[in-house]
């Protein structure tokens, strides 16, 4: 097993280094010349042939490559050229920190709604309750997350005014105003996720409640409850970590519509507006910030397996 | 290679486990007992007949803009009304349906010809090249699609033809992954090795037996994707990354009626229900799909 860890994390420092080398053609590719943009009024020949020299632009690629990859690691990012501030800080210790918040609650959320919901649909099935369940899964995991939040601001926000419509708090400075504000933005990201989970939820349960066990268990005179809970509920936590896992991306591309729309200053926020400010250094940021969490966000993933299912751990 | 090509033979395997017994005339059957694809079907259906008879249908054109009409309820004049340009929100409903459509399918389609050709090259050549390759593909797959969406339209710039291109790339590398692991499966099957000691030519084989297996678990794969490349499409348009005004994208049009959702709520609203209405169907259809003819495929 920690040799199966380790080849595992050699492959993810692998694709790390390709993802990185990606990152640093990005910037080369990206329209638009560094050195006259950091420049601006400022340009002069001379002015700008020694700020390339400075920047290290007149090396060859693999040096700049190597140089830029230091820097990175040591969190060594660069300045933005419109807010002129620290690039790292800006995405790690503001944007992120506001994401994932907002993706941890949105998943919580998700759960507590969508493997309730599922249940019942399963061992209702057929009847009005798994109809509505089912209907409203498809709908909620279908919707684009970028309009369901119009309509939560509309309906919840300006009409009924139960929750604030702009602004963002953060919930570390003000839990509880931190939260009001985040209802709509978890409410509208968590959509996507509990129709998901509620459909695997549901049609994982029907296929477990088929097996021979479960009847065996229902035979022994185990309680309904127990049966469900324990026995079947087991079987189902692998499809839905599987489907939880494999959707990663999908919360993601959420949470970037839902930052944008609700205009909350995360990670989504940050790479969008610079792509529209285009400002390629904090949209490459934001890229290698990204994919670095998102694998090892899957290799996570990829070893809850193990945990949930102990006949993989034999292998 | 067309898609003509390769159904017959697909769906025959779709309905018949093995390949020894082909079916051809009913591999729909099992799609019309699913009651979901069913739904899917008609809903992308109309969808569609909207974005192919969209110039027949329209009542305006989509992008002319008449300032002493604008914001006008829906009426006899404009049947869904009309937003801050004045523009026509039925015709340009009817034209969104095509962009939508056109840029969802047309960069599922390209994505998918990246992958299969990536896929197909790893399968079958195998050794270093494959490693190499899939290294490639994982680096890709390190990306969630959105960002490699939003980073290719940096680069790239805005426009339909681009955002076709950006979210074509972001697709290759599932594709890739897919076609790979299949052609792994099928490649030690023994009809393959049986036409592979026959002497039949090696691109023979990929296009004639080894293909049409690999087939329908990549159309259900390519119409799950198409909804999400729809959804991206949509997305990237609404926060102006996407296509460029006045183009008539529903993602757009959201975007121009959130400002008056209070006072016209029209704009916005149609926009929004069609793109729903799409995503559930297609959404629809691409499960009732997978059920019907790969019940044991890939999950996601």
């Known amino acids: ?315 | 290679m067309t898609l003509e090509q390769l159904s017959p033979a697909a769906a025959a395997s779709a309905a018949a486990p093995s390949p020894a017994v082909r079916r051809p005339h009913r591999w729909w059957r099992p799609i019309l007992r699913e009651r979901s694809a069913v739904v899917g079907m008609v809903i992308v259906g109309a969808f569609a007949l909207m974005a192919l008879f969209a110039p027949w249908l329209a009542t305006h054109d989509p992008t002319l803009q008449d300032f002493s009409v604008a914001l006008q309820p829906p009426g006899a004049d404009h049947w869904l009304g009309t937003d801050s340009f004045g523009q026509d929100l039925y015709s340009r409903l009817l034209y969104g349906a095509r962009f939508a459509l056109g840029i969802g399918v047309g960069s599922v389609a390209l994505g998918l010809a990246g992958g299969l050709l990536v896929g197909l090259t790893a399968g079958l050549v195998g050794g270093r090249v494959e490693w190499a390759l899939m290294r490639v593909v994982d680096a890709i797959l390190a990306f969630p699609e959105v960002i490699l969406a939003i980073a290719f339209v940096a680069v790239l710039g805005m426009g339909v033809d681009k955002l076709v291109y950006a979210l074509a790339v972001s697709f290759v590398g599932p594709f890739a992954r897919i076609v790979r692991s299949d052609v792994l499966q099928v490649k030690s099957l023994p009809f393959i090795e049986a036409a592979t000691l026959m002497g039949v030519p090696r691109l023979r084989i990929v296009l004639r037996h080894l293909l049409p297996h690999v087939a329908s678990s990549l159309l259900v794969q390519a119409g799950i994707r198409i909804s999400t490349a729809i959804l991206l499409e949509s997305g990237l348009s609404f926060f102006g990354l996407g296509v460029v005004p006045p183009t008539p994208d529903w993602g757009l049009m959201i975007a121009e009626g959130r400002g008056f959702i209070a006072m016209a709520w029209w704009i916005s609203t149609w926009p929004g229900v069609a793109l729903a209405l799409l995503l559930v169907g297609l959404t629809l259809l691409g499960d009732g799909l997978r059920n019907a003819l790969a019940p044991k495929s890939q999950g996601g």
């Not at chain 1, 998700?110 to 899964?137: E, F, K, N, T, Y």
């Not at chain 1, 324990?230 to 991306?249: C, K």
């Open chain 1, 1 to 315: 097993m920690l040799r199966a860890l380790f080849s595992r994390l050699l492959q993810t420092l692998l694709v790390l280094a390709v993802v990185s080398v990606a990152a640093f053609w990005f910037l080369k590719l990206a329209p638009g010349d560094p050195v006259s943009l950091m420049l601006g009024a400022e340009y002069s020949p001379a002015a700008a042939a020694r700020l390339t020299h400075e920047l290290g632009l007149d090396r060859p690629w693999p040096q700049q490559y190597l140089h830029w990859l230091g820097g990175f690691v040591r969190g060594d990012w660069g300045t933005s050229y419109i807010s002129h501030s620290d690039i790292f800080r800006q995405a790690v210790y503001e944007a992120l920190p506001i994401t994932l918040t907002l993706s941890a609650l949105s998943l919580l959320m998700a759960l507590l709604i969508g493997i309730p919901a599922g249940m019942v649909a399963a061992l209702r099935r057929g009847g009005p309750v798994d109809w509505v369940v089912s209907s409203v899964a498809v709908l909620g995991s279908a919707m684009p997350s970028f309009y369901l939040g119009i309509v939560l601001v509309w309906v919840f926000g300006v009409g009924l005014g139960w929750f604030p419509t702009l602004g963002f708090v953060r919930p570390w400075e003000d839990f509880a105003d931190g939260m009001h504000h985040l209802a709509l933005p978890a409410i509208t990201l968590g959509a996507y996720y509990a129709g998901l989970i509620a459909i695997t939820t549901r049609s994982s349960l029907i296929d477990v409640m088929g097996h021979s066990f479960i009847a065996a268990a229902r035979a022994r005179g185990e309680p309904m409850w127990r049966v469900v809970c324990v026995h079947a509920m087991r079987n189902v936590l692998m499809p839905l970590t599987t489907v939880i896992g494999l959707q990663l991306g999908g919360l993601l591309r959420g949470a970037v519509m839902t930052e944008v729309v609700f205009a909350i200053p995360g990670l989504g926020m940050l790479i969008t507006t610079a792509v529209l400010n285009r400002e390629y250094g904090v949209v490459q940021a934001g890229i290698m910030l990204t994919a670095l969490f998102f694998v090892l966000v899957n290799l996570l993933v990829d070893q809850t397996y193990q945990w949930l299912d102990p006949r993989l751990r034999r292998r």
